[in-house]
C-alpha cells in the first residue's frame, strides 16, 4: 500500500486533476472563480460525484460513500449546527463514528482548547464570531482524526487581524498534521507561508505545481501573477513577468526602441500603499504603479489613454513549458 494520495479523476467534463501528494504535505489549490478548486475538494469529500480514482494511503475515496472516507471538510460558510454548542458541534463527528461521549467530548475540548476557545464552549454559532465559529468548524472537521483535510477558502470573509491569527494557529496545526491538507485560497500570503505545495488549475485543469516560491517566481497564468504581484505577457513559448512599479506611464508614446510597450485606456484606478495602481486595459491588461502626484499630473483616471513601457533590464523571461512536477512521481 503506497502511503499519501494519488489523484487521478474528472468530474462531467469540467474538471480533470492528476496528482501525487505525499503524507504531511499542505497544498495550496489557487486558481480563477469557477476554474474548479471547489469541485476537487467536494469530489474527495464525497459530495460531487467524479470519475477514476483517489487513493488516500492505498484505499480509493471514489468506491467508498462519503460517510466512510476518512476526511475533514472545511467550507467558507462554517456550516455549523445552530442548535448545538461549540463544544456538541465537535464532538458530533467523533460520536458519529461510534465514539463515546466521554471520549468525544474529551477530544472536542482539547481542540477548543488549541484553537483559543476553551472558555466558549457552551456557546452556540450564533454567539460567536466569524472568526470564532470558523475556529469551530475547523475544530470539528478535525475532530474526527481525518487522513485528509479539505479546507475551501477558510479565512474569507474575516477581519484581517483575525485571518492573521488563525493563519498562524493553522500553521501550527499543518507543522503538526501527520495527514494531508488542500486548502483553496485567493490569497497569496496563505500559499507562501502556509503551504508546501501548490496547485494551479485554470478551466478545470491542472496549468502548474510545485514548491510555493517557484510558482510565484515564474507564474504560468495570468492569475497567478496577479496574485503575486507581477504582469505578465506571452510571447509564442516565452513568458514574461515584470512589477508594477517598473512600469512607466506617459499620455504619449516613448521614445527609443529598447523598451516593451502597450497603449490602452485606463481601466481602473486604486490606492496601493503609498501608490496608485492602474489597471490598463492593453493587449494584455497590466497593472502600473504610480505616485499620487504623478496620476494627479497626468490626470489619470478611467478612460484615459496611456503608453506603458518597461525597460528591458527590469522583466524576467523565462520558458513557458511546463515546470518539473514536485508532486508528481
Do not use: C
Not at 64 to 80: K, T, Y
Not at 230 to 247: G, I, Y
Amino acid at each position: 500500500m503506497r502511503p499519501g494520495l494519488q489523484v487521478d479523476l474528472s468530474v462531467a467534463e469540467r474538471v480533470r486533476v492528476e496528482m501525487n501528494v505525499d503524507p504531511g504535505s499542505v497544498v495550496a489549490v489557487i486558481g480563477p472563480n469557477g476554474a474548479g478548486k471547489s469541485t476537487l475538494l467536494r469530489a474527495l469529500a464525497g459530495l460531487t460525484p467524479a470519475q477514476g480514482t483517489a487513493l488516500l494511503d492505498g484505499t480509493d475515496l471514489l468506491a467508498i460513500p462519503a460517510q466512510d472516507r476518512e476526511v475533514g471538510l472545511v467550507f467558507q460558510s462554517q456550516l455549523l449546527f445552530p442548535h448545538l454548542s461549540a463544544l456538541d458541534n465537535v464532538a458530533f463527528g467523533p460520536r458519529a463514528r461510534g465514539v463515546t461521549k466521554r471520549v468525544a467530548n474529551q477530544r472536542a475540548h482539547e481542540l477548543l482548547d488549541t484553537f483559543g476557545l476553551g472558555q466558549l464552549t457552551q456557546r452556540r454559532p450564533g454567539q460567536l464570531s466569524g472568526g470564532q465559529a470558523q475556529r469551530v468548524a475547523i475544530a470539528r472537521a478535525l475532530a474526527t482524526q481525518p487522513r485528509l483535510l479539505l479546507l475551501d477558502e477558510p479565512l474569507v470573509g474575516l477581519d484581517v487581524t483575525v485571518a492573521m491569527a488563525l493563519r498562524i494557529e493553522l500553521a501550527s496545526h499543518f507543522a503538526a498534521y501527520e495527514g494531508i491538507t488542500l486548502f483553496v485560497t485567493h490569497d497569496a500570503i496563505d500559499a507562501l507561508t502556509l503551504a508546501d505545495q501548490v496547485l494551479v488549475i485554470d478551466d478545470g485543469q491542472v496549468v502548474q505545481r510545485g514548491d510555493p516560491r517557484d510558482v510565484a517566481a515564474r507564474p504560468a497564468t495570468e492569475h497567478v501573477a496577479r496574485l503575486v504581484g507581477l504582469n505578465l505577457v506571452r510571447h509564442a513559448d516565452e513568458l514574461t513577468t515584470f512589477s508594477p512599479r517598473d512600469v512607466t506611464v506617459s499620455l504619449r508614446r516613448p521614445d527609443g526602441s529598447a523598451r516593451l510597450q502597450w497603449r490602452g485606456p485606463v481601466s481602473s484606478v486604486q490606492p496601493h500603499g503609498d501608490a496608485v495602481r492602474l489597471l490598463v486595459d492593453a493587449n494584455p491588461a497590466l497593472l502600473a504603479d504610480v505616485t499620487p502626484q504623478a496620476a494627479a499630473e497626468l490626470g489619470l483616471s478611467p478612460g484615459r489613454d496611456v503608453w506603458l513601457s518597461v525597460k528591458a533590464t527590469a522583466v524576467r523571461r523565462y520558458d513557458a513549458a511546463p515546470q518539473a512536477d514536485t508532486m508528481r512521481p
